[in-house]
């Protein structure tokens, strides 16, 4: 893999701590990994192959109903970015509510955007590439061979916070959505022609 240094300073918190986003420890207040608190990483490397940023969080005994609750709900939420199927030039606003909405469905959400662009080899947080509730000031849209990430997370009350975080490497393959309707001019339902075609994106 070629590594040659940390994308970004690792964040490395144990329950409440855990909650707090880009959390600094200190000695005096830095908490310690237990088995009966979630834990969370986020770290990420600088390859000549090209950049990461991953987050994840584990538990090392047996964690509560709730905490398996929200993890769950962070996972389908992954999960719905992760498999999304949409148009080329996608609105960065809207790829993130479609990630929100298994969260909103259980009354959870996060206070921060969904996805940045990750460089190759270069920033971490690669400026313009972005999905958030916020309209990307740059204008940007989605577009084919970006690289992005999917980070989604909840908080799990007083345990900490729930993150399944990750990049969408090779992001956006391009496919062909073919559409079956029956058209005005009688032409046989279903009928593949080149109107019927547009560009849709898959992570």
């Given at each position: 893999?070629h590594?040659?240094?940390?994308?970004?300073?690792?964040?490395?918190?144990?329950?409440?701590?855990?909650?707090?986003?880009h959390?600094?420890?200190?000695e005096e207040?830095?908490?310690?990994?237990?088995?009966?608190?979630?834990?969370?990483?986020?770290?990420?490397?600088?390859?000549?192959?090209?950049?990461?940023d991953?987050?994840?969080t584990?538990?090392?005994?047996?964690?509560?109903t709730?905490?398996?609750?929200?993890?769950?709900?962070v996972?389908?939420?992954?999960?719905a970015?992760a498999?999304?199927?949409?148009p080329?030039?996608?609105?960065?606003?809207?790829?993130?509510?479609?990630?929100?909405?298994?969260?909103?469905?259980?009354?959870?959400?996060?206070?921060?955007?969904?996805g940045?662009?990750?460089?190759?080899?270069?920033?971490?947080?690669?400026?313009?590439?972005?999905?958030?509730?916020?309209?990307?000031?740059?204008?940007?849209?989605?577009?084919?061979?970006?690289?992005?990430?999917?980070?989604?997370?909840?908080?799990?009350?007083?345990?900490?916070?729930?993150?399944?975080?990750?990049?969408?490497?090779?992001?956006?393959?391009?496919?062909?959505?073919?559409?079956?309707?029956?058209?005005l001019?009688?032409?046989?339902?279903?009928?593949?022609?080149?109107?019927?075609?547009?560009?849709?994106?898959?992570?």
């Amino acid at each position: 893999m070629h590594f040659v240094s940390l994308s970004f300073e690792t964040i490395s918190g144990s329950g409440p701590n855990g909650a707090i986003i880009h959390y600094d420890p200190k000695e005096e207040t830095c908490g310690s990994v237990t088995t009966d608190k979630m834990y969370l990483n986020d770290s990420g490397a600088q390859y000549l192959d090209g950049t990461t940023d991953v987050t994840r969080t584990s538990h090392f005994g047996t964690p509560t109903t709730h905490e398996i609750y929200c993890f769950t709900h962070v996972l389908k939420a992954h999960i719905a970015l992760a498999t999304a199927v949409f148009p080329n030039d996608c609105d960065g606003v809207k790829l993130d509510a479609l990630t929100r909405a298994p969260l909103w469905r259980a009354g959870m959400d996060y206070r921060h955007g969904t996805g940045h662009g990750v460089g190759a080899f270069l920033n971490v947080h690669e400026k313009g590439v972005l999905m958030s509730f916020k309209l990307n000031p740059t204008g940007l849209l989605i577009g084919e061979n970006m690289i992005v990430s999917n980070e989604v997370r909840c908080a799990a009350v007083a345990g900490g916070w729930v993150s399944c975080h990750v990049c969408l490497a090779r992001l956006l393959r391009r496919r062909q959505l073919w559409h079956s309707h029956r058209e005005l001019d009688g032409r046989q339902e279903g009928r593949r022609s080149s109107d019927d075609v547009w560009p849709v994106l898959r992570l």
